[in-house]
Nanobody, 125 residues
Framework: QVQLVESGGGSVQPGGSLNLSCTTS????????MGWFRQAAGKEREVVAH????????YYANSVKGRFTISRGNAKNTLYLQLDNLKPEDTAMYYC??????????????????WGQGTQVTVSS
């Protein structure tokens, strides 16, 4: 049973920052492309960013490029998402996901096999 556990969400004002974390097993983490997705109320789940196991190939959605940074903490089997310069439209539930294959581009949700429960990010003044 693959488990992904997210943390780090919260409420911030526009322009603020948050750092999300996602922890899983070493086996899953070392072999998987890891990704972040988000789903706002009443909307479809959308891709945010992916990173391959080697950390060398990273993909971002245009809406977050330059503001969000995805990274891997290999020693802790943890995936991170640094969210800077947050906007109200970034408000959503953020999900961590894994697929035991590489990512060759920004991929939609049905390409990922394992999911966390989500952590809420709210940006409001």
């Amino acid at each position: 049973q693959v488990q992904l556990v997210e943390s780090g969400g919260g409420s911030v004002q526009p322009g603020g920052s948050l750092n999300l974390s996602c922890t899983t097993s070493q086996d899953t983490f070392s072999l998987s492309c890891m990704g972040w997705f988000r789903q706002a109320a009443g909307k479809e789940r959308e891709v945010v960013a992916h990173v391959n196991p080697d950390g060398a190939n990273i993909y971002y959605a245009n809406s977050v490029k330059g503001r969000f940074t995805i990274s891997r903490g290999n020693a802790k089997n943890t995936l991170y998402l640094q969210l800077d310069n947050l906007k109200p439209e970034d408000t959503a539930m953020y999900y961590c996901a894994a697929r035991n294959l590489n990512c060759y581009a920004l991929l939609p949700r049905d390409n990922f096999f394992y999911w966390g429960q989500g952590t809420q990010v709210t940006v409001s003044s």
